[in-house]
């Protein structure tokens, strides 16, 4: 019993640790000087497909490419969505505030929540459809505002996020038995070529650029995503929930503390509503666990 309180006090403080890390990935980008979304993405990508293979190698060792083989169909899935949700990712936090892409993305559980039941007819409580309505008015308030400001392609791009991260876990609850590591490399596959394709193999970037894209790919995207994928297997989705809002709510100060970017007040109101919301729903869902 001890061992498997020590695992999941270590499951807990390893999620804090890859929230906390994860949340600097907007001001990674922020200080981006002149490489472009697509290069950005590519840079990410190699560094983050690497970081992930040599975790799998160190983890299995002479069974690595076994674990590959035994990814199947849905783990090949899962890595197309999750590339995807990559490219999606960099492509809305390039074309909207950091504010705006994170509070945005911050309705995965709600949509996970909704296609959980739409899919798998899994019960949503009604505590998680008000919560719902009150971050629906949010992202309202929001959009709103991008219209005026012209960033309403980047807000879209972010909602695109929050769905495609959902349904890669919705895959991942319909077969649990999956090996979920190898759906990370396939991810950082995907993006790596989906991004050649575009560019035509013309990814120019500086050494400053390249660098910070292989921090964002390899340590912060890399670790966050591996510890994430490790410790769920401890930690019920309920009390996760609590760990995200260490990114949602870091990431926007970040870039305010150290590059003076100031969200609108819309972007503020509507991300206060939906933190709202966020924090209704995960209070509900640790009671119940508890």
Not at 31 to 54: H, L
Not at 90 to 98: E, K, L, R, S
Not at 104 to 124: D, G, M, N, Q, Y
């Amino acid at each position: 019993m001890r061992n498997g309180e020590q695992t999941i006090k270590f499951a807990r403080h390893s999620l804090i640790l890859g929230a906390l890390i994860i949340s600097f990935s907007g001001l990674i980008i922020r200080n981006i000087e002149s490489a472009d979304s697509w290069t950005i993405i590519f840079y990410r990508a190699m560094a983050f497909t690497f970081a992930v293979f040599c975790y799998v190698l160190f983890k299995h060792r002479s069974k690595v490419f076994q674990q590959f083989s035994h990814a199947g169909r849905q783990g090949v899935a899962g890595g197309i969505i999750l590339g995807l949700t990559n490219i999606t990712y960099i492509v809305a936090i390039t074309n909207t505030t950091v504010a705006n892409t994170l509070f945005t993305v911050s309705l995965i559980p709600f949509i996970t929540a909704l296609l959980a039941f739409l899919s798998i007819k899994e019960r949503i409580p009604m505590t998680t459809v008000l919560a719902m309505f009150v971050a629906l008015l949010g992202i309202i308030v929001m959009f709103r505002g991008s219209i005026v400001q012209g960033q309403l392609f980047g807000n879209l791009m972010a909602l695109i996020t929050a769905f495609l991260f959902s349904v890669f876990a919705i895959l991942i609850r319909i077969n649990k038995k999956i090996e979920m590591l190898p759906s990370l490399f396939i991810g950082g596959m995907v993006s790596l070529l989906v991004a050649l394709v575009v560019t035509q193999i013309k990814l120019e970037a500086s050494l400053h650029d390249i660098l910070l894209c292989f921090v964002l790919g390899g340590v912060l995207s890399g670790f966050a995503n591996i510890v994430f994928t490790l410790a769920t297997r401890y930690i019920a989705a309920g009390e996760a929930t609590f760990y995200m809002f260490i990114e949602f709510a870091l990431g926007p100060f970040w870039v305010w503390l150290f590059i003076y970017e100031k969200p609108s007040n819309t972007t503020l109101y509507g991300g206060l509503i939906i933190f709202t919301a966020l924090l209704t729903k995960a209070i509900a869902d640790s009671r119940k666990v508890i």
